[in-house]
């Protein structure tokens, strides 16, 4: 989060969890690699994964997303802040 805000990768996998989940870290990984991945490289998917674990930790302890397990969703303020960030995170 920058001054209380997510940032745009934290953005991407608020909304990814939302609009795909409820996503583990490596069905979340597996999608920030896809969204990502613009070149010619195979996408670094088990790094991304590691990011996952990153980028859901502060959305979780703000209470826009909620685990259950390894398990992620998103919580009404996490789809709130989703619908009204306008653009695409």
């Known amino acids: 989060m920058s001054g209380g805000h997510p940032t745009a990768p934290q953005k991407k996998a608020l909304r990814l969890i939302g609009t795909r989940g409820p996503l583990d870290a490596d069905r ?3 999608h920030l690699a896809r969204a990502w991945h613009t070149g010619g490289n195979p996408a670094p ?5 590691r990011l996952a674990d990153t980028l859901a930790w502060r959305p979780a302890a703000q209470g826009l997303i909620t685990g259950t397990g390894d398990t992620w ?4 303020d996490g789809r709130r802040l989703v619908s009204c960030s306008g653009g695409r995170a």
């Open 73 to 76: 969703s998103t919580t009404a």
């Open 45 to 49: 998917t088990p790094a991304a994964a």
């Open 28 to 30: 979340l990984g597996r």
